[in-house]
């Protein structure tokens, strides 16, 4: 029967009648309205079916956009002969310019006991879909839009004044006319409610018209049944305004399925620090559901693709009633992002775990958070679709929702991730220590997709105190993931000059020495690790000294591996050494009257150490506390170029 209902109510709506005029008043162009749509069917046999919903419909006309929510009661005995009792709502969004759909969503809530929660559909719509119930027209139709009251207008406009009456205790105007459906051979009888304005002041406001009722009646023939049709709607309000955007735009947090993703996000910095507060669910050894906040204090490197999080990782036994009271010690996790590797390193024992990122197990583990830093995703070319305005923490922030799995390279069973972006407005200036910034993170929903309804799999992230940082690689120290036998020490002398600003310009001279040694030895930038510098002025030689790890322990190389990342340590050594007998090998210091300074590695002088524990033997038979004795004859040559001081080492 709900078949034959749906197919019945699917048809276009023509209306005819004997008037050339049309006497119906006009729909305001901006309205919001509360009804009751009943609907009876009769068969030849006198079985009836009918049912009932609960609509709030809400139309504006200037901006192009309308929704309808509906609520029913469904009943049904179960397979244990129980009777059983769920409300289904669901709601129609007609909203072309939302990013990412065409036309409209299709949202809803199923509450049963094989499923519940609540579920999104673009441009489309579940089968037994209020749209089926209720709508004469397609959706995918240019200039038409969901609305109950305004299916009575499509067609003719040809209604005939057929006099005053009082429904419901109000006094209308009586309008009838006809809907002819010659597929189904019937022909319906209409009757249209207004509230006449001279007798009565709608809930639409002094001497405006609404509509109160509708009553359709008629005979229609399906699969070969005769079937007598009633419809009624009772208007319960209407009211003349224009609600705010909010109202027509789709849930924050909710994918919704055939979304495409346009939109890129794009920070003005590559290289920042700051706090936030990690909200997740988990459920202890009891079976108990509790609710933490993690304050964690992150970096972020863009030029070196790594990220950092410091905080103290939770005791979610439940033992002890606060489980931030327990011994364990604050924990650095750093992800590198070229090889997709995780470093786990314990601030108080020194011990260490290394695990390949993998968002499928984001989430907490025995207190430690699994979970990429999310400001990756404004570098790696992820789209995704805007999702309106909303207001938190007192301001104003524009949302921005993407559905796919983490890795670029996912395979076919990766699950996808959706994720949820909050941006401040445009309209807000946020300090950051040095200036204003716009358009910044300021909170993060993420999520795996097919697990939205289910408790424990959300983790929402509040950013804040959002700065940008120096560059200084040195906060990603992962050493204490390796043996000594597994690290690299070295040491070189290069020509130093008294207008090189070291001291002043540590974080630029640490950026510099790291790309030096990344370029000429050809290894991922986390492999390069505590760089120091030691300036013995009296013989014009800075000597730099710096640590390469090995492969990752435990780690041997996938398919499309970088291969500067499991690059051997000899081989490192010998790509650098090459390029300091070359010539090629320099670093670029800050100049104290500005510009830069090019200081050239001195052939001869790059050496292994034995560790970095203590005073170093350099290759000349000097600790570097001695070399201001040493006496060593050096050759100073200078070329100035291109706003660069050019100077060579040569050891005599």
């Not at 009553?215 to 399906?222: F, K, M, Q, Y």
């Not at 590559?270 to 669910?281: A, I, K, T």
């Not at 309106?388 to 996912?410: K, L, Q, Y």
């Not at 204490?480 to 002043?504: A, Q, V």
């Given at each position: 029967?709900?078949?034959?209902m749906?197919?019945?109510?699917?048809?276009?709506?023509?209306?005819?009648?004997?008037?050339?005029?049309?006497?119906?008043?006009?729909?305001?162009?901006?309205?919001?309205?509360?009804?009751?749509?009943n609907?009876?069917?009769?068969?030849?046999?006198?079985?009836?079916?009918?049912?009932?919903?609960?609509?709030?419909?809400?139309?504006?006309?200037?901006?192009?956009?309308?929704l309808?929510?509906?609520?029913?009661?469904?009943?049904?005995?179960?397979?244990?002969?129980?009777?059983?009792?769920?409300?289904?709502?669901?709601?129609?969004?007609?909203k072309?310019?939302?990013?990412?759909?065409?036309?409209?969503?299709?949202?809803?809530?199923?509450?049963?006991?094989?499923?519940?929660g609540?579920?999104?559909?673009?441009?489309s719509?579940?089968?037994?879909?209020?749209?089926?119930?209720?709508?004469?027209?397609?959706?995918e139709?240019d200039?038409?839009?969901?609305?109950?009251?305004?299916?009575?207008?499509?067609g003719?406009?040809?209604?005939?004044?057929?006099?005053?009456?009082?429904?419901?205790?109000?006094?209308?105007?009586?309008?009838?006319?006809?809907w002819?459906?010659p597929?189904?051979?019937?022909?319906?009888?209409v009757?249209?409610?207004?509230?006449?304005?001279?007798?009565?002041?709608?809930?639409?406001?002094?001497?405006?018209?609404?509509?109160?009722?509708?009553?359709?009646?008629?005979s229609?023939?399906?699969?070969?049944?005769?079937?007598?049709?009633?419809?009624?709607?009772?208007?319960?309000?209407?009211?003349?305004?224009?609600?705010?955007?909010?109202?027509?735009?789709?849930?924050?947090?909710?994918?919704?399925?055939?979304?495409?993703?346009?939109?890129?996000?794009?920070l003005?910095?590559?290289h920042?620090?700051?706090?936030?507060?990690?909200?997740?669910?988990?459920k202890?050894?009891?079976?108990?559901?509790?609710?933490?906040?993690?304050?964690?204090?992150e970096?972020?490197?863009?030029?070196?693709?790594?990220?950092?999080?410091?905080?103290?990782?939770?005791?979610?036994?439940?033992?002890?009633?606060?489980?931030?009271?327990?011994?364990?010690?604050?924990l650095?996790?750093?992800?590198?992002?070229?090889?997709?590797?995780?470093?786990?390193?314990?601030?108080?024992?020194?011990?260490?775990?290394?695990?390949?990122?993998?968002?499928?197990?984001?989430?907490?583990d025995?207190?430690?958070?699994h979970?990429?830093?999310?400001?990756?995703t404004f570098?790696?070319?992820?789209?995704?679709?805007?999702?309106?305005?909303?207001?938190?923490?007192?301001?104003?922030?524009?949302?921005?929702?993407?559905?796919?799995?983490?890795?670029?390279?996912?395979?076919?069973?990766?699950?996808?991730?959706?994720?949820?972006?909050?941006?401040?407005?445009?309209d807000?200036?946020?300090?950051n220590?040095?200036?204003?910034?716009?358009?910044?993170?300021?909170?993060?929903?993420?999520?795996?997709?097919?697990?939205?309804?289910?408790?424990?799999?959300?983790?929402?992230?509040?950013?804040?105190?959002?700065?940008?940082?120096?560059?200084?690689?040195?906060?990603?120290?992962?050493?204490?993931c390796?043996?000594?036998?597994n690290?690299?020490?070295?040491?070189?002398?290069?020509?130093?000059?008294?207008?090189?600003?070291?001291?002043?310009?540590?974080?630029?001279?640490?950026v510099?020495?790291?790309?030096?040694?990344?370029?000429?030895?050809?290894?991922?930038?986390?492999?390069?690790?505590?760089?120091?510098?030691?300036?013995?002025?009296?013989?014009?030689?800075?000597?730099?000294?710096?640590?390469?790890?090995?492969?990752?322990?435990?780690?041997?190389?996938?398919?499309?591996?970088?291969?500067?990342?499991?690059?051997?340590?000899?081989?490192?050594?010998?790509?650098?050494?090459?390029?300091?007998?070359?010539?090629?090998?320099?670093?670029?210091?800050?100049?104290?009257?500005?510009?830069?300074?090019?200081?050239?590695?001195?052939?001869?002088?790059?050496?292994?150490?034995?560790?970095?524990?203590?005073?170093?033997?350099?290759?000349?038979?000097?600790?570097?506390?001695?070399?201001?004795?040493?006496?060593?004859?050096?050759l100073?040559?200078?070329?100035?170029?291109?706003?660069?001081?050019?100077?060579?080492v040569?050891?005599?």
């Amino acid at each position: 029967m709900n078949m034959l209902m749906s197919a019945l109510l699917l048809l276009p709506l023509g209306l005819v009648n004997c008037q050339d005029e049309p006497l119906l008043p006009d729909l305001p162009l901006a309205y919001s309205a509360s009804l009751m749509w009943n609907i009876n069917m009769l068969d030849d046999h006198e079985v009836a079916q009918g049912f009932t919903y609960s609509v709030r419909e809400t139309v504006d006309e200037n901006r192009q956009q309308s929704l309808i929510e509906t609520e029913r009661e469904i009943n049904y005995v179960n397979e244990n002969n129980a009777s059983v009792s769920f409300i289904e709502y669901e709601k129609i969004i007609w909203k072309p310019s939302v990013h990412g759909i065409n036309r409209y969503l299709d949202i809803y809530v199923i509450q049963r006991e094989d499923v519940a929660g609540l579920f999104c559909l673009v441009d489309s719509h579940r089968n037994d879909s209020f749209v089926n119930f209720l709508f004469g027209y397609g959706l995918e139709q240019d200039g038409w839009y969901p609305s109950v009251s305004h299916m009575l207008h499509w067609g003719e406009k040809n209604y005939t004044y057929k006099g005053d009456d009082v429904i419901n205790g109000i006094s209308v105007s009586q309008y009838v006319g006809k809907w002819n459906l010659p597929e189904w051979e019937a022909e319906l009888d209409v009757v249209y409610y207004w509230s006449d304005p001279a007798r009565w002041d709608s809930t639409a406001g002094i001497n405006k018209a609404a509509p109160v009722a509708i009553e359709v009646t008629g005979s229609v023939n399906i699969d070969s049944k005769s079937v007598f049709l009633n419809m009624t709607v009772e208007f319960t309000d209407f009211y003349e305004f224009s609600g705010p955007d909010s109202w027509f735009d789709p849930p924050v947090d909710l994918w919704c399925e055939g979304r495409s993703m346009e939109d890129e996000l794009h920070l003005h910095t590559d290289h920042f620090r700051f706090e936030s507060e990690l909200v997740f669910s988990f459920k202890d050894e009891a079976g108990v559901w509790i609710n933490l906040i993690s304050p964690r204090t992150e970096w972020y490197d863009e030029k070196m693709r790594v990220s950092r999080a410091d905080y103290k990782p939770p005791d979610l036994s439940h033992e002890s009633p606060d489980p931030f009271d327990n011994p364990n010690g604050f924990l650095t996790q750093i992800h590198d992002y070229n090889t997709g590797i995780m470093y786990s390193i314990s601030q108080v024992y020194g011990n260490c775990t290394v695990d390949r990122i993998n968002e499928a197990d984001d989430g907490q583990d025995h207190g430690h958070i699994h979970m990429m830093n999310p400001f990756y995703t404004f570098f790696s070319g992820d789209k995704f679709a805007f999702n309106g305005v909303t207001s938190e923490r007192g301001f104003e922030m524009d949302t921005f929702i993407r559905s796919a799995p983490i890795h670029h390279d996912a395979s076919a069973t990766e699950p996808n991730y959706t994720t949820i972006l909050y941006m401040t407005s445009p309209d807000w200036d946020i300090e950051n220590g040095e200036g204003v910034e716009r358009m910044i993170p300021a909170k993060m929903i993420r999520y795996p997709t097919d697990k939205y309804n289910l408790p424990g799999y959300r983790m929402t992230t509040n950013y804040y105190n959002f700065r940008k940082s120096g560059e200084d690689f040195q906060d990603f120290d992962i050493t204490p993931c390796f043996e000594d036998s597994n690290k690299l020490h070295l040491m070189m002398r290069l020509g130093w000059h008294p207008d090189m600003d070291i001291d002043n310009t540590l974080r630029s001279f640490y950026v510099q020495t790291r790309l030096s040694v990344v370029i000429w030895g050809q290894v991922t930038p986390i492999r390069v690790q505590n760089i120091e510098a030691d300036v013995d002025p009296d013989n014009k030689a800075l000597f730099v000294i710096f640590t390469v790890v090995g492969n990752p322990p435990g780690f041997s190389p996938m398919e499309n591996e970088l291969p500067d990342a499991f690059r051997s340590l000899d081989e490192i050594y010998s790509n650098i050494e090459e390029a300091v007998e070359k010539g090629f090998f320099k670093i670029d210091i800050k100049s104290k009257h500005g510009g830069m300074i090019a200081a050239m590695a001195e052939s001869g002088s790059l050496t292994e150490l034995g560790d970095r524990g203590g005073s170093y033997t350099y290759k000349d038979g000097y600790s570097p506390g001695a070399m201001a004795a040493c006496g060593l004859s050096l050759l100073f040559i200078t070329i100035i170029g291109f706003g660069a001081l050019l100077i060579f080492v040569l050891k005599i």
